[in-house]
T-cell receptor
């Protein structure tokens, strides 16, 4: 699996958009970008994934650069409940393992 | 409600005493896996199962066993636990065959081996 690089931590003011970057310069053509988050010590939670087009769902938006070497997860209106560790993962789609890195610890501040 | 359940949620045991952590999912998913999470090391996969009677090793399988006799259950067995298996354990499931690519995780089992 391709490696990803994420900032160790970020802060965001409540109500503002949180933009979490991820670099994946060695991503292969058949690998997707996935985002999961883990709130405290709960089980990780799926957020969104994409191949090359931008994606949006009820939780977030995923922006992938044209060369696919980086992406940004956007939480449009962060709340205190979005405080969590966010993991960017690249992998082939399907029943394959998730390889978690260290992720970005996002702190949403009131 | 679609969910992955794990039992027990918390367990303190002694070295060498066999234990089983159960995992069950009610979504008819083919794929199930076990992860452990340790400070500074992140989440690492222990074992996974592509379907009933099909299991394979993940990144850190030493000291663990699994079985998949039924589709819904995927127990993790520690035959002779040691203190280095003290960790937070998560079970997960998904179903790529039905276009469900997201993995659903259980709430976790915190295991302490003394």
């Amino acid at each position: 699996d391709a490696k990803t690089t994420q900032p160790t931590s970020m802060d965001c003011a409540e109500g503002r958009a949180a933009n979490l970057p991820c670099n994946h310069s060695t991503i292969s053509g058949n690998e997707y970008v996935y985002w999961y988050r883990q709130i405290h010590s709960q089980g990780p939670q799926y957020i969104i994934h994409g191949l090359k087009n931008n994606e949006t769902n009820e939780m977030a938006s995923l922006i992938i650069t044209e060369d696919r070497k980086s992406s940004t997860l956007i939480l449009p209106h962060a709340t205190l409940r979005d405080t969590a560790v966010y993991y960017c993962i690249v992998r082939v789609a399907g029943n394959t393992p998730l390889v978690f890195g260290k992720g970005t610890r996002l702190s949403v501040i009131a | 409600e679609a969910q992955v359940t794990q039992n027990p949620r918390y367990l303190i045991t002694v070295t060498g005493k066999k234990l089983t952590v159960t995992c069950s999912q009610n979504m008819n998913h083919e794929y199930m896996s076990w992860y452990r999470q340790d400070p500074g090391l992140g989440l690492r996969q222990i074992y996974y199962s592509m379907n009933v009677e099909v299991t394979d090793k993940g990144d850190v399988p030493e000291g663990y066993k699994v079985s998949r006799k039924e589709k819904r259950n995927f127990p993790l067995i520690l035959e002779s636990p040691s203190p280095n298996q003290t960790s937070l354990y998560f079970c997960a499931s998904s179903s790529w065959d039905r276009g469900i690519d997201e993995q659903y995780f259980g709430p976790g089992t915190r295991l302490t081996v003394t």
